[in-house]
């Protein structure tokens, strides 16, 4: 066994064990191995071990990873760009991944949307939340995201999934929370209200370090990199 092997299988410990801690049927929760920095030969020993789920920061890196690894054993791998996205990387993205979870501004979203191809699948995206006004952190003001979501669900060759947070770390479990528990109101705010023609799924909170709070507040997806393939 590899130790990204291993690590993966510890990973999936942790959900499993944050699902029970939280009443929730793990199964509800989906892992997004983020291998940006790290090459292709660390996802295909991911993949080794059923991961299918990948998220690239990086663009170009990412790309070149998807063209080597296209023909996996085991079924196709699916890409997500968690990354900023330019208006000058747009068609790579659309070309090329099946989710953008970076998505913060309309003209983004209308370059996606006409530049993804038409034998292709839709692509899956989730729209950015700066929920705690970090400074250093991409996305959507709160009072913002309703319209962009709105503007986003018309589009076509898009298929709007859900939220994306990177809050600032907080310095427990319970502020971890409750960063959270922010982003998790608004997901369910705007489903609530019945605007969009179909309601979002996607709840893309937690990372390494906060997994387990992000799990308690309602996360589907957590985006891990860290504890899988290491330190970068």
Not at 43 to 66: C, T
Request: glycine share 8%; charged share 20%.
């Amino acid at each position: 066994m590899t130790t990204i092997v291993r690590n993966l299988q510890l990973v999936r410990d942790r959900i499993t064990t944050a699902c029970f801690a939280a009443n929730r049927n793990p199964a509800t929760v989906r892992l997004l191995a983020v291998s940006k920095t790290f090459g292709a030969d660390a996802v295909a020993d991911a993949a080794s071990d059923g991961q299918r789920a990948f998220g690239e920061n990086y663009i170009a890196e990412g790309v070149e990873k998807i063209l080597v690894l296209r023909g996996q054993p085991g079924g196709a791998l699916e890409w997500h760009c968690i990354g900023p996205v330019q208006s000058n990387k747009t068609r790579l993205v659309a070309e090329h991944f099946d989710w953008v979870q970076s998505v913060d501004r309309l003209k983004i979203a209308q370059r996606l949307s006409e530049q993804r191809p038409a034998d292709l699948p839709p692509l899956q995206i989730c729209l950015q939340i700066n929920v705690d006004g970090g400074a250093n952190k991409s996305g959507l003001a709160p009072e913002d995201v309703r319209a962009l979501a709105l503007e986003v669900a018309q589009l076509p060759r898009l298929t709007l999934r859900g939220l994306m947070s990177i809050p600032e770390p907080a310095i427990d479990f319970v502020a971890e929370c409750a960063v959270h528990a922010r982003a998790r109101a608004i997901f369910d705010e705007i489903n609530a209200s019945g605007v969009l023609p179909v309601p979002m799924d996607t709840l893309s909170m937690g990372m390494t370090a906060d997994l387990e709070a992000a799990i308690h507040s309602g996360s589907t997806m957590v985006r891990v990199g860290t504890a899988i393939f290491g330190g970068r």
